[in-house]
């Protein structure tokens, strides 16, 4: 009995012994796997578990900070950047999604659908709004709903809202420039990319929304333009008042320092407003005068008679027969305009009275191959180099490709096409003596107060002499004085220029519209110290299409406030001055 109670008693020691080993095996082992598993996630995967750690509970926004201010020639802001708050939502923290979406939607006038899709999503941060009007934000913020927050950042402002709108352009949600000036200039207008940090806390709800950070950055750079906000004003408005009441499809008007090549205005009609630009269709965004190229038609004649006059080929007196207005070239018949019959012409009269003949007549005196270097010369068939984007070349044939009738339909301004701003720098040319220089918006690039790079007036290239400039600018105020431009006449100021009726080329058809014209006219004043250069494109007016009749009435609108402005003293104010002195 006794020996029986010792071999249990052995027994149960060493089922204890067992079962101790047994559960020191577990622990060993537990202890090993915990240990291999710390080991893991603590050293070999740290930097992936930080990272997603963050992506958890701390949210980045970048902001698009301090963007540069645009000015005009003054330093008044044309372009400037205004504070606004853009609402973003945390879903995993809304708890009733259904009523929060219906919120949302309601007080930021956004579809409930798309905000509800927003709201059910698994991420952390979710933009709802960017740069939402202040009172949407005042009353989203007055009911207070969970997982809904609110993030500072800078909206571009355009304080003059349509003015020089195909100038300045417009910038997108993350003020990136998308048009104009804002997408010439980016890549100095675009100041600083900051970071918004958001913290989370394990349940994902907001504990802290950091500033952004970086705000002492280097100030971006401002830029400063050419323009007068009130030339460009005064252009706008005379441009815009016959647009309406010709029912026209669009306009143009340019006003440039023929001494310089710097632009006082430019005005396209229709406009639109930059501050809500996705409102108008991608067709109102187009600045014309740099990306729409016309058959400019009559107003070219005056660069024909430049070629001929400079090359040699024939003088102002010279008189060539008209046929009476009935002239062939093979199979081709040309006429006049209005059908007049006009017999001998000098060039002087033929440029006076838009004779398309005589036109083709003096064209002829100097020859295609003499010709081609002259259009050249003035800029044509390239662009003009303008420090905006878009700018088109136009159109002129390389002369071994000239037919038989192209010296003849170029001479009264056909089978070429010109940009507006083309037309302003040729004109330009003929009225400052001779010299052809860039056209330029920008004057100056500024940085914290400092001028870091002013535009000199640029190196220009002579394309005729001073002798020819003088001659065609007395042909050209004849023009006003008695011929198709009287109606552009301007009290007090002698001025020149000319008039331009374009048919317009039907692609359709393949023929000429003898309904659809461009009206133009392109001139400048005082004729003969002029300071500015003024052209005025209407395109398919209802009435009348004459460009005497549309386009040389805003010419001489737009040419008498600006003279008054710039205060250059009418031809009496400049007697009265020379008597006293």
Sequence with gaps: MARSDKQARGNARSSLKVRLLMVSAIFLIYWAGLTTRLFYLQIIKHDDLVALS?????????????????????????????????????????????RTAKTLASLLKLDEKEVARKVRSDKHFVWVKRKAPFEEVDRLRQHDLQGVGFVSEQRRFYPKRELASGVLGFVGLDNQGLAGVEHYHHSLLKGATLRQVIEKDARGRTIHSLDAQGKQRSPSHDVVLTLDEVIQFIAEHHLKAQVKEYDAKSGVAVVMDPHSGEIYAMANVPQ???????????????????????????????????????????????????????????????????????GLLSIKDIIKKSSNIGSIKMAQALGSEGMFPYLKGFGFG???????????????????????????????????????????????????????????????????????????????RRVIAEKTSRQIIEILKSVVKEGTGTEAAVPGYDTAGKTGTAQKFDPETQTYSSTDYVSSFVGFAPADAPRIVVLVMIDSPKKSHWGGVVAAPVFREITKEVLRYLNVPSSEERVYIMDRA
């Design 54 to 98: 963050k992506r958890q509970y701390d949210r980045t926004a970048k902001i698009y900070y301090g963007r540069g201010v645009i000015y005009d020639r003054n330093q008044n802001e044309l372009v400037r950047n205004i504070e606004m708050e853009s609402v973003y939502i945390t879903p995993p923290e809304i708890t009733d999604k259904k």
């Design 272 to 342: 639109f407003n930059p501050n809500n630009y996705a409102a108008y269709p991608p067709r109102m965004w187009e600045n014309r005068i740099v990306s729409g190229a016309f058959e400019p038609g009559s107003i070219f004649k005056p660069v024909v008679a430049a070629a001929v006059i400079d090359s040699g080929a024939a003088s102002a007196s010279d008189t060539f027969f008209c046929e009476n207005g009935d002239f062939k070239i093979g199979r081709v018949s040309i006429g006049e305009a209005a059908n007049h019959k006009f």
């Design 382 to 460: 390239e662009k003009t180099g303008i420090d905006l984007p878009g700018e088109s070349p136009g159109f002129l044939r390389d002369l071994p490709r000239w037919s038989a009738l192209s010296l003849a339909s170029i001479s009264f301004g056909h089978e070429i096409s010109a940009t507006p701003i083309q037309m302003a720098a040729a004109t330009s040319a003929i009225a400052n003596g001779g010299t052809l220089y860039p056209p330029r918006v920008t004057r100056a690039i500024v940085k914290g107060g400092q001028v870091v790079q002013g535009l000199d007036k640029p190196a220009g």
